[in-house]
Protein backbone atom coordinates (compact mmCIF):
# COMPACT_ATOMS: atom_id res chain seq x y z
CA UNK A 1 0.00 0.00 0.00
CA UNK A 2 3.15 2.51 0.60
CA UNK A 3 4.89 1.94 -2.44
CA UNK A 4 7.36 -0.25 -0.02
CA UNK A 5 6.63 -3.92 -1.63
CA UNK A 6 10.09 -4.99 -0.73
CA UNK A 7 8.87 -5.02 3.17
CA UNK A 8 5.88 -7.64 2.36
CA UNK A 9 8.18 -10.69 3.05
CA UNK A 10 6.06 -13.69 3.97
CA UNK A 11 8.15 -13.78 7.43
CA UNK A 12 7.15 -10.22 7.92
CA UNK A 13 3.72 -10.31 7.61
CA UNK A 14 3.17 -13.47 9.58
CA UNK A 15 0.85 -13.16 12.53
CA UNK A 16 2.92 -11.98 15.41
CA UNK A 17 5.27 -10.39 13.25
CA UNK A 18 6.28 -6.71 12.10
CA UNK A 19 4.43 -6.16 9.04
CA UNK A 20 1.50 -8.01 9.73
CA UNK A 21 -2.03 -6.44 10.29
CA UNK A 22 -2.43 -7.33 14.05
CA UNK A 23 0.63 -6.23 14.99
CA UNK A 24 0.28 -2.60 13.16
CA UNK A 25 -3.30 -2.66 14.76
CA UNK A 26 -2.06 -3.16 18.37
CA UNK A 27 0.37 -0.36 17.88
CA UNK A 28 -2.48 1.93 16.88
CA UNK A 29 -4.96 0.33 19.94
CA UNK A 30 -4.46 3.70 22.10
CA UNK A 31 -5.43 6.23 19.31
CA UNK A 32 -8.32 3.57 18.40
CA UNK A 33 -9.50 3.41 21.85
CA UNK A 34 -9.20 7.31 22.67
CA UNK A 35 -11.69 8.34 20.09
CA UNK A 36 -14.27 5.30 21.02
CA UNK A 37 -13.67 6.62 24.95
CA UNK A 38 -13.94 10.40 24.82
CA UNK A 39 -15.75 11.23 21.04
CA UNK A 40 -17.85 8.39 20.62
CA UNK A 41 -16.84 6.54 17.45
CA UNK A 42 -18.29 3.33 16.97
CA UNK A 43 -15.07 0.93 17.77
CA UNK A 44 -14.95 -0.40 14.08
CA UNK A 45 -14.96 2.69 12.12
CA UNK A 46 -12.24 4.12 14.80
CA UNK A 47 -9.99 1.22 14.02
CA UNK A 48 -10.66 1.36 10.05
CA UNK A 49 -9.82 4.78 10.20
CA UNK A 50 -7.04 5.06 11.87
CA UNK A 51 -5.48 2.16 10.09
CA UNK A 52 -6.53 4.28 6.74
CA UNK A 53 -5.07 7.51 7.98
CA UNK A 54 -2.07 6.22 9.45
CA UNK A 55 -0.72 3.38 7.24
CA UNK A 56 -2.26 4.12 4.27
CA UNK A 57 -1.76 8.14 3.59
CA UNK A 58 0.48 7.67 0.46
CA UNK A 59 -1.82 4.79 -1.15
CA UNK A 60 -5.16 6.72 -1.08
CA UNK A 61 -3.43 9.94 -2.77
CA UNK A 62 -2.01 7.63 -5.44
CA UNK A 63 -5.33 6.40 -5.92
CA UNK A 64 -6.67 9.70 -6.23
CA UNK A 65 -4.16 10.59 -8.71
CA UNK A 66 -4.65 7.45 -10.66
CA UNK A 67 -8.60 8.42 -10.60
CA UNK A 68 -7.82 12.05 -11.88
CA UNK A 69 -5.90 10.66 -14.91
CA UNK A 70 -8.87 8.51 -15.68
CA UNK A 71 -11.58 10.64 -15.01
CA UNK A 72 -9.90 13.00 -17.55
CA UNK A 73 -8.87 10.07 -20.10
CA UNK A 74 -12.72 9.81 -20.26
CA UNK A 75 -13.97 13.44 -20.65
CA UNK A 76 -10.95 13.57 -23.20
CA UNK A 77 -12.21 10.60 -25.57
CA UNK A 78 -16.18 11.63 -25.01
CA UNK A 79 -16.22 14.91 -23.61
CA UNK A 80 -20.32 14.83 -23.90
CA UNK A 81 -20.61 11.66 -22.30
CA UNK A 82 -22.57 12.64 -19.09
CA UNK A 83 -21.62 9.48 -16.89
CA UNK A 84 -17.69 9.52 -17.18
CA UNK A 85 -17.78 10.85 -13.53
CA UNK A 86 -20.04 7.74 -12.65
CA UNK A 87 -18.20 5.47 -14.22
CA UNK A 88 -14.77 6.37 -12.14
CA UNK A 89 -15.14 4.44 -9.19
CA UNK A 90 -13.96 5.65 -5.67
CA UNK A 91 -11.96 3.16 -3.87
CA UNK A 92 -13.82 1.69 -0.72
CA UNK A 93 -11.06 3.18 1.65
CA UNK A 94 -11.17 6.58 0.19
CA UNK A 95 -14.66 6.60 0.80
CA UNK A 96 -14.80 5.37 3.90
CA UNK A 97 -12.24 8.41 4.94
CA UNK A 98 -14.18 11.12 2.76
CA UNK A 99 -17.74 9.96 3.97
CA UNK A 100 -16.80 10.05 7.86
CA UNK A 101 -14.95 13.50 7.90
CA UNK A 102 -18.04 15.13 5.75
CA UNK A 103 -20.02 13.56 8.48
CA UNK A 104 -17.97 15.12 11.25
CA UNK A 105 -17.92 18.27 9.59
CA UNK A 106 -21.90 18.53 9.47
CA UNK A 107 -21.81 18.06 13.30
CA UNK A 108 -19.31 20.27 14.18
CA UNK A 109 -20.81 23.87 15.74
CA UNK A 110 -17.61 25.89 15.80
CA UNK A 111 -14.61 26.09 13.42
CA UNK A 112 -11.45 24.64 14.04
CA UNK A 113 -8.90 26.63 15.66
CA UNK A 114 -5.80 27.47 14.00
CA UNK A 115 -3.46 24.26 12.94
CA UNK A 116 -0.29 23.57 11.52
CA UNK A 117 1.70 20.96 9.34
CA UNK A 118 5.13 21.18 8.31
CA UNK A 119 6.29 21.95 4.66
CA UNK A 120 9.07 19.18 3.71
CA UNK A 121 10.27 16.06 5.51
CA UNK A 122 9.34 12.94 6.65
CA UNK A 123 5.77 12.71 7.02
CA UNK A 124 5.21 16.12 5.50
CA UNK A 125 2.11 17.98 3.32
CA UNK A 126 4.87 17.54 0.77
CA UNK A 127 5.51 13.97 0.96
CA UNK A 128 1.82 12.99 1.24
CA UNK A 129 0.85 15.45 -2.31
CA UNK A 130 3.80 16.88 -4.12
CA UNK A 131 1.36 20.37 -5.03
CA UNK A 132 2.23 21.38 -1.53
CA UNK A 133 5.80 21.67 -2.81
CA UNK A 134 4.46 24.47 -4.99
CA UNK A 135 3.69 26.50 -2.28
CA UNK A 136 7.24 28.54 -1.78
CA UNK A 137 6.82 30.01 -5.41
CA UNK A 138 3.32 30.53 -5.15
CA UNK A 139 1.54 34.63 -4.57
CA UNK A 140 -1.57 35.04 -2.50
CA UNK A 141 -4.72 34.24 -3.69
CA UNK A 142 -3.55 31.33 -5.28
CA UNK A 143 -6.28 28.10 -5.54
CA UNK A 144 -4.95 24.51 -5.54
CA UNK A 145 -6.70 20.93 -4.49
CA UNK A 146 -4.94 18.53 -2.56
CA UNK A 147 -5.07 15.00 -3.46
CA UNK A 148 -4.34 13.59 0.11
CA UNK A 149 -5.65 13.65 3.48
CA UNK A 150 -4.42 16.55 5.16
CA UNK A 151 -3.43 15.81 8.72
CA UNK A 152 -2.99 18.94 11.46
CA UNK A 153 -1.99 20.16 14.78
CA UNK A 154 -3.16 22.09 17.66
CA UNK A 155 -1.14 25.17 18.54
CA UNK A 156 0.61 23.97 21.70
CA UNK A 157 1.02 20.62 19.99
CA UNK A 158 2.69 21.44 17.37
CA UNK A 159 4.92 24.08 19.08
CA UNK A 160 5.95 22.41 22.48
CA UNK A 161 8.34 24.48 22.49
CA UNK A 162 10.40 27.59 20.45
CA UNK A 163 12.74 25.76 18.44
CA UNK A 164 9.71 25.02 15.57
CA UNK A 165 7.31 22.70 14.53
CA UNK A 166 7.23 18.91 15.90
CA UNK A 167 5.35 16.32 14.34
CA UNK A 168 3.96 13.45 16.67
CA UNK A 169 5.59 10.16 15.80
CA UNK A 170 3.96 7.21 16.54
CA UNK A 171 6.62 3.87 17.68
CA UNK A 172 4.79 0.96 19.24
CA UNK A 173 1.58 2.82 19.75
CA UNK A 174 3.44 5.54 22.13
CA UNK A 175 3.49 8.89 20.33
CA UNK A 176 6.78 10.91 20.13
CA UNK A 177 7.03 14.83 19.32
CA UNK A 178 9.65 15.33 17.00
CA UNK A 179 11.28 18.56 15.69
CA UNK A 180 10.65 19.22 11.88
CA UNK A 181 13.69 21.32 9.72
CA UNK A 182 10.30 22.68 7.61
CA UNK A 183 8.73 25.50 7.14
CA UNK A 184 4.90 25.45 8.10
CA UNK A 185 1.25 25.52 6.97
CA UNK A 186 -1.10 27.10 9.10
CA UNK A 187 -4.62 26.47 8.19
CA UNK A 188 -7.03 29.08 9.08
CA UNK A 189 -10.32 27.50 9.31
CA UNK A 190 -14.08 29.69 9.54
CA UNK A 191 -17.54 28.59 9.54
CA UNK A 192 -19.22 26.50 7.33
CA UNK A 193 -21.49 27.88 4.66
CA UNK A 194 -24.65 25.27 3.24
CA UNK A 195 -23.06 22.05 1.53
CA UNK A 196 -19.74 23.09 1.91
CA UNK A 197 -17.26 23.38 4.82
CA UNK A 198 -14.52 25.80 5.56
CA UNK A 199 -12.86 24.20 8.49
CA UNK A 200 -10.61 21.63 9.22
CA UNK A 201 -12.37 18.65 11.43
CA UNK A 202 -11.83 17.47 14.65
CA UNK A 203 -10.80 13.98 14.63
CA UNK A 204 -10.37 13.94 18.19
CA UNK A 205 -7.51 15.34 20.91
CA UNK A 206 -5.82 17.83 19.09
CA UNK A 207 -6.10 16.35 15.53
CA UNK A 208 -7.49 17.92 13.08
CA UNK A 209 -7.67 16.36 9.44
CA UNK A 210 -9.01 17.65 5.75
CA UNK A 211 -10.47 15.13 3.07
CA UNK A 212 -8.80 14.31 -0.10
CA UNK A 213 -9.61 16.39 -2.69
CA UNK A 214 -10.24 19.58 -0.62
CA UNK A 215 -9.64 23.48 -1.76
CA UNK A 216 -6.40 25.27 -0.60
CA UNK A 217 -5.95 28.87 -0.93
CA UNK A 218 -2.69 30.69 0.21
CA UNK A 219 -4.10 33.84 2.00
CA UNK A 220 -0.13 35.13 3.18
CA UNK A 221 3.38 34.12 3.39
CA UNK A 222 5.52 35.34 6.48
CA UNK A 223 9.25 34.68 7.16
CA UNK A 224 8.32 34.45 11.19
CA UNK A 225 5.17 34.01 13.08
CA UNK A 226 4.06 34.02 17.19
CA UNK A 227 2.86 31.00 18.44
CA UNK A 228 1.19 29.69 22.43
CA UNK A 229 3.72 27.28 23.33
CA UNK A 230 4.18 25.20 26.75
CA UNK A 231 6.30 27.86 27.79
CA UNK A 232 3.70 30.77 26.66
CA UNK A 233 4.05 33.09 23.58
CA UNK A 234 6.88 32.36 21.40
CA UNK A 235 8.70 33.46 17.78
CA UNK A 236 8.84 31.02 15.94
CA UNK A 237 11.40 31.53 13.35
CA UNK A 238 10.28 29.81 10.19
CA UNK A 239 8.41 30.89 7.22
CA UNK A 240 5.11 30.63 7.23
CA UNK A 241 2.45 30.16 4.59
CA UNK A 242 -1.42 30.69 5.73
CA UNK A 243 -4.17 29.03 4.24
CA UNK A 244 -7.98 28.58 3.75
CA UNK A 245 -9.71 25.57 3.23
CA UNK A 246 -13.01 24.50 1.64
CA UNK A 247 -14.82 21.27 0.86
CA UNK A 248 -18.21 19.85 0.22
CA UNK A 249 -20.23 18.18 2.56
CA UNK A 250 -21.87 16.03 0.85
CA UNK A 251 -20.63 13.32 -1.33
CA UNK A 252 -21.36 13.71 -5.67
CA UNK A 253 -21.74 10.79 -7.75
CA UNK A 254 -20.36 7.99 -5.80
CA UNK A 255 -22.40 5.12 -4.91
CA UNK A 256 -23.43 4.27 -1.48
Known sequence: MQGQG????????????????????NSCLAQVNFLVREDGWAPLMAEAYTLLTCCAQSA?????????????????????????????QYSTSRELVTRLLMELARLQIAPAPLTYAHLHGKFSLTESD?????????????IFASSAIIMA???????????????????????????????????????????KSHSMVS??????????????????IADQFRVTTR??????????????????????????
Open 6 to 25: HLATVKRILPGRCEAIDWIR
Open 153 to 195: SGEVESFPNSRGLHALVCRSGVRHPHLMESDVVCFKSSLHHGN
Open 203 to 220: VGGDGYHLPPGASIQLVS
Open 231 to 256: QGPQVIKRRLYTVYVRFDTVLHGISA
Open 60 to 88: LTRATGDEDDLRQKLQESNPLDGDADTRV
Open 130 to 142: SIWGSLPTSAPGR
